[in-house]
């Protein structure tokens, strides 16, 4: 009842002080599924809440060194359907991965932040291989969000939400199972990065600066492609050139 009353009051409160956009709220399954993320504040969660359908409940991964370390904290955020991550040396605790897999089999859903802490600048840093195992071993799909604006959060200010489509990693075979889950990470971090874009996007058709060094990366590449249509085998020379240095500056950001 806690968690139904504080959630409708938050959804009044963002409907009234800021502007959200919410894109793909069709692309929302009907049953359990893991909601993937990239995170910017602690506010992420609210803004995703807000974004998704009231039914089925969505709990929340925390981090219990940080999010829960205070005693008012501990009382109130179960209450929120928020529940504690112990980290040693790496390794989520047994009590998480059991609660995650409970939660699923009962049919709520599961919101991870698959970075582990919040992303320098905007920037998507590298996810945990922990939600390619949840999804892999639990057979339930992968729904990826994108969120914007949280970062730099004040009164009336815009904020985006971009649902992706979901999806199930193919069930792997004993030998590769460490691979499809590697690839099952590489999968929502190409798609939270393509979200990504499209969430920071401005009317006018300026993006944020943590955008602009990809997509100037794929316009140079367009120019070049377009000079050694022009010219011929000179520009071939400048088209790889042009291509290892790109390579260069994408390997540097």
């Given at each position: 009842m806690l968690f139904v009353i504080v959630f409708a009051l938050a959804r009044f409160i963002l409907a009234l002080f800021f502007r959200v956009e919410v894109q793909g709220?069709?692309?929302?399954?009907?049953?359990?599924?893991?909601?993937?993320?990239?995170?910017?504040?602690?506010?992420?969660?609210?803004?995703?809440?807000?974004?998704?359908?009231?039914?089925?409940?969505?709990?929340t991964m925390a981090n219990e060194s940080s999010v829960f370390n205070t005693g008012w904290k501990r009382w109130l955020l179960p209450r929120l359907h928020v529940f504690p991550v112990r980290r040693s040396r790496g390794a989520l605790d047994e009590e998480a991965i059991d609660r995650v897999y409970s939660v699923l089999e009962r049919g709520d859903r599961v919101m991870v932040f698959p970075e582990g802490a919040y992303g320098r600048d905007g920037r998507l840093r590298p996810l945990k291989d922990g939600i390619g195992y949840f999804a892999l071993n639990s057979g339930k799909p992968l729904l990826p969000v994108a969120i914007s604006g949280t970062d730099r959060l004040r009164p009336f200010s815009r904020v985006r939400v971009v649902i992706g489509r979901p999806f199930i990693p193919d069930p792997p075979l004993l030998e590769d199972l460490k691979a499809r889950v590697r690839d099952a990470v590489a999968n929502v971090a190409e798609v939270l990065g393509q979200l990504g874009v499209r969430a920071s996007e401005r009317r006018g058709g300026c993006l944020p600066w943590p955008f602009r060094r990809r997509l100037a990366k794929t316009k140079g590449a367009e120019v070049v492609a377009r000079d050694a249509e022009k010219?011929?085998?000179?520009?071939?020379?400048?088209?790889?050139?042009?291509?290892?240095?790109?390579?260069?500056?994408?390997?540097?950001?």
């Amino acid at each position: 009842m806690l968690f139904v009353i504080v959630f409708a009051l938050a959804r009044f409160i963002l409907a009234l002080f800021f502007r959200v956009e919410v894109q793909g709220r069709e692309n929302v399954p009907e049953g359990a599924c893991l909601v993937v993320s990239n995170h910017l504040s602690w506010t992420d969660t609210i803004f995703i809440l807000y974004a998704l359908p009231r039914s089925p409940p969505v709990w929340t991964m925390a981090n219990e060194s940080s999010v829960f370390n205070t005693g008012w904290k501990r009382w109130l955020l179960p209450r929120l359907h928020v529940f504690p991550v112990r980290r040693s040396r790496g390794a989520l605790d047994e009590e998480a991965i059991d609660r995650v897999y409970s939660v699923l089999e009962r049919g709520d859903r599961v919101m991870v932040f698959p970075e582990g802490a919040y992303g320098r600048d905007g920037r998507l840093r590298p996810l945990k291989d922990g939600i390619g195992y949840f999804a892999l071993n639990s057979g339930k799909p992968l729904l990826p969000v994108a969120i914007s604006g949280t970062d730099r959060l004040r009164p009336f200010s815009r904020v985006r939400v971009v649902i992706g489509r979901p999806f199930i990693p193919d069930p792997p075979l004993l030998e590769d199972l460490k691979a499809r889950v590697r690839d099952a990470v590489a999968n929502v971090a190409e798609v939270l990065g393509q979200l990504g874009v499209r969430a920071s996007e401005r009317r006018g058709g300026c993006l944020p600066w943590p955008f602009r060094r990809r997509l100037a990366k794929t316009k140079g590449a367009e120019v070049v492609a377009r000079d050694a249509e022009k010219h011929g085998g000179r520009a071939g020379g400048e088209e790889e050139q042009a291509g290892k240095a790109g390579q260069g500056r994408g390997q540097g950001a």
